[in-house]
DNA sequence: ATCAGTTGTTTTATTAGCAAAACATCGGTT
DNA sequence: AACCGATGTTTTGCTAATAAAACAACTGAT
């Protein structure tokens, strides 16, 4: 079975990442700076103002972004949403790498980042339930990660890729 | 602080969505047919044939996938590698997000393809290690799968995006 | 008032990834 | 031999996202 039918979906994101990270550093450009212009946002991203203003003014024909009177941009409502839920995504992803996997801060903040703006609304939320819990005061959620975080130092002797995960899960078929 | 210097390696991924598809679905057809031509992996990702040829050329030239004498393809070794890895993540996520977070199985499989290239080896490694424990017999996971699975039934108050995901996890800073 | 620096935009070019169309080739039928 | 269908490649064009460079406009200092 391939898998034809579900890999084209990847460009039917309505939000890049470029897109992501245009508007996510409006915000906390508005956090940090209490503005944010179009040079701005090219010095967060570390791109040319001459893009940043191209990008811009797409995301402004979409309504995603407002200009000022005075070229100060602002995010829309429509853009402070999504900003909220890749926002809500990127941390509990890198939480859950840094604190459950225990991956270094570097590297579970470079693979939230990728990923923040692929996760449906609906994988974000179970995760956040999943990762609430699971670092929660809970006896038994406690208990199980002491058991993985032993375990994990003990089973150094992994090699990955793994040859064949199927099998190691016991999957039927694929 | 912004993270400028971590949102930019998302491009400097070696290996794209694209890429990614073609090379499975090279795999994919040798295991189904017991050959990959051009025309046959132009049909599984449905695209056209022209597209198909200018992709492939430049994995042979990148030497991830190899011609025979007539036109049939073959993935190298270090094809077959990074194919196995994408394999092994795609397998490990969708089972995470769809027996353990009990996203229905179309959304886990379009998450997971999403997401497959973009993971880095540890991470993979490191997921591979939590969902292996997590669906594992072991008792302490068994039990905290189930109270997850009673508390996931009870919590459909919860609304997505979430406001404040932060304060939800008592985040110091971001 | 002029000059320098910052800002925003536009134009030109590049790359990845696709479609569409033209073209060539090969294989089997008739 | 002529034709047809499948195959592979190339060319042209498109979109998104970038850089680079030219340009205009505003601001502040002298």
């Known amino acids: 079975m391939m898998a034809s039918d579900v890999w084209k979906e990847y460009e039917s994101n309505e939000i890049s990442h470029s897109v992501a990270h245009h508007l996510t550093a409006i915000h906390e450009l508005m956090d940090d700076l209490g503005y ?22 797409a995301l402004k024909a979409r309504g995603l972004v407002v200009e000022d009177h005075n070229k100060f941009l602002k995010l829309s409502e429509d853009g402070r949403r999504i900003v909220d839920s890749i926002l809500a995504k990127r941390a509990v992803v890198r939480k859950f790498l840094n604190e459950v996997l225990k991956l270094d801060e570097h590297q579970a903040e470079v693979d939230a980042c990728k990923v923040e703006h692929l996760l449906s609304a609906q994988t974000g939320g179970q995760l956040l339930h999943f990762v609430h819990f699971l670092l929660s005061d809970d006896p038994t959620a ?33």
Do not use: H, Y
């Open 36 to 57: 944010a212009r179009v040079s701005d946002v090219a010095r967060a991203l570390e791109i040319t103002r001459g893009s940043a203003s191209l990008t811009l003014k």
């Open 142 to 174: 406690r208990q199980f990660l002491a058991e993985f975080w032993s375990k994990l130092d003990q089973n150094e002797e992994w090699q990955w890729p793994v040859q064949d995960v199927d099998q190691l899960f016991n999957l039927e078929s694929r």
